[in-house]
C-alpha cells in the first residue's frame, strides 16, 4: 500500500483509538531505557516464559520488536555446575541484542558461577528469577521463595554482580502471599545489593497467575528505588501497557502471557510508545502465516522435540475466526511438520475463501535477525 494512504489510515486509526499518550508520559519514555551501563532503545520487553521463549520465539517476537530486550527461559544454576555445558535453553543467536539471560537457584556460589557462562555465550545482562511460584523450584529456596529469605536474596546478587561486568536485575512479584507482601522492601535491599534494573510483577506468589495484577505495588515501588523499574502483570494489549505506564510511573512494561500465539505485541505496544500510533493487528491469516513460520523454525531448530512443542504454540495461534476450535483439536496432535503444514494451509485457503485479506502483512517492519 502507498505510504501516503498508510499515513492517513494510521492517523485516523490513532484518532479513533481509545488510549492517548499523555504528553508527561509521552517525554517520559522518550529517551531509551538504561540499565546499567547498557542503553536499550525500547522500554517494551518480552518476559521470560519457560516452555516457551527459545532462540526460535525470541526470533518471531524480535521481526516485530527489533529494539526490544528479550529472556531467555530460566536456567538453573546447580544444573549448571555440575553438568558445566550449556543447555540449549541458554543458547543465544550472536545477532540477537538486547538479550538476557534469566538463571534460578539459592546458591550465590553457584549463581556467580552460571552468570559468567551466561556473560561468555553473549548476555547483555544477567536476570535473576526471584517470583518463579512453582513448587518445585520453591521448595528448593529458588524463585519466589527468596521473598521470604531476604538475606538469601541480598546475598545472592551481591555474589553475581562481583562476578561479572554486564548489568544484574531481579525479576520478583509483590509478596508470597496477602499477608506477606514485602515488594518495597525487598526492592529496596536488591538495589542496595546492586541490581541495576527491577521488573516486578504485581501477583503475589499464592495468587499464581490468577486474580489481577495489582499494579499499585509497582507505583509504590517506583516512588523508592532509582533503579528502572519494569511493569509486568496483566499487559495484553496496547491500552493495558499505557494504562499501566501511567497508573505506575514505571519506566517500561514486559508483556507475557499476551504473547502466548500472538509474537506481535511486543512491537505494537512498542510502536505505540514511539509513535502514538496503531499497528494494524494481524488478521487471522498473518496469525496463522506466523504459526506456520514458528512450526517450520521450531523444527528445524529442535527436529521432533520441535514439533511436540510446537503444538502447543500453534493451538494458541489458531483463535477468532469459525472452525478455530476444531482447527485447534487437529493441530494439538500432530505428529510431524508436514501434518501441522498442511493443516495451516487448509485453513488460510479456507479463510482466504471467505475473504480475509493478507495485504497488510507486507506494512509490518520486518527485521530478519
Ligand atoms: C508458561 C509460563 C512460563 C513462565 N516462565 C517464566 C520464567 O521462566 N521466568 C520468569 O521470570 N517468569 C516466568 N513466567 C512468568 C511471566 O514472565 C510473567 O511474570 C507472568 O506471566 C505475569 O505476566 P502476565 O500476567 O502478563 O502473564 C512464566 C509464566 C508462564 C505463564
Redesign the pocket.
Known amino acids: 500500500m502507498d505510504r501516503m494512504v498508510k499515513f492517513i489510515r494510521d492517523r485516523i486509526m490513532a484518532a479513533l483509538s481509545p488510549t492517548a499518550l499523555s504528553p508527561e508520559l509521552q517525554a517520559r519514555l522518550s529517551t531509551p531505557l538504561q540499565i546499567g551501563n547498557l542503553e536499550v532503545k525500547s522500554r517494551v520487553l518480552q518476559?521470560?516464559?519457560?516452555?516457551?521463549?527459545d532462540l526460535v520465539f525470541r526470533r518471531l517476537v524480535r521481526r516485530y520488536a527489533p529494539e526490544s530486550m528479550m529472556?531467555t527461559?530460566?536456567v538453573n544454576a546447580t544444573g549448571l555446575h555440575y553438568v558445566k555445558q550449556l543447555p540449549k535453553l541458554m543458547e543465544i543467536d550472536p545477532n540477537e541484542r538486547p538479550i538476557s539471560i534469566?538463571l534460578?537457584d539459592c546458591r550465590p556460589d553457584f549463581l556467580a558461577e552460571a552468570a559468567q557462562m551466561a556473560v561468555e555465550e553473549g548476555a547483555d545482562t544477567v536476570?535473576i528469577?526471584m517470583?518463579?511460584p512453582v513448587n518445585k523450584i520453591t521448595k528448593n529456596g529458588g524463585g519466589s521463595s527468596l521473598l521470604r529469605q531476604p538475606e538469601i536474596a541480598e546475598e545472592i546478587v551481591r555474589s553475581v554482580v562481583q562476578a561479572v561486568k554486564v548489568p544484574v536485575t531481579v525479576?520478583t512479584r509483590i509478596g508470597w502471599s496477602d499477608k506477606e507482601i514485602n515488594a518495597v522492601e525487598f526492592a529496596q535491599r536488591m538495589q542496595d545489593a546492586g541490581a541495576q534494573m527491577l521488573?516486578l510483577?504485581g501477583?503475589t506468589r499464592s495468587q499464581g497467575?490468577n486474580g489481577s495484577?495489582r499494579w499499585e505495588w509497582i507505583t509504590r515501588v517506583k516512588e523508592v528505588l532509582s533503579i528502572p523499574v519494569i511493569a509486568?502483570?496483566?499487559?495484553?494489549s496496547v491500552d493495558a501497557a499505557v494504562r499501566c505506564l501511567e497508573m505506575t510511573g514505571a519506566d517500561g512494561v514486559?508483556?507475557?502471557?499476551?504473547t502466548?500465539g500472538y509474537p506481535f505485541l511486543v512491537g505494537e505496544v512498542d510502536y505505540f510508545l514511539k509513535t502514538g500510533l496503531r499497528r494494524q493487528p494481524p488478521t487471522p491469516i498473518e496469525r496463522l502465516e506466523c504459526a506456520r513460520d514458528h512450526l517450520q523454525m521450531l523444527w528445524a531448530y529442535k527436529g521432533d522435540r520441535g514439533i511436540r512443542q510446537a503444538r502447543k504454540h500453534m493451538t494458541w495461534y489458531a483463535k477468532g475466526f469459525m472452525g478455530a476450535a476444531d482447527l485447534r483439536g487437529k493441530l494439538a496432535l500432530v505428529e510431524t511438520q508436514e501434518q501441522g503444514e498442511e493443516l495451516i494451509n487448509r485453513a488460510i485457503a479456507h479463510l482466504a475463501q471467505q475473504g480475509w485479506q493478507t495485504e497488510d502483512a507486507s506494512e509490518l517492519q520486518l527485521v530478519e535477525v
Open positions: 518476559s521470560p516464559l519457560s516452555g516457551v521463549t529472556y527461559e530460566m534469566q534460578f536476570d528469577n517470583g518463579c525479576k521488573t510483577h501477583r497467575y495484577a509486568n502483570g496483566d499487559i495484553f514486559m508483556c507475557s502471557r499476551g502466548l
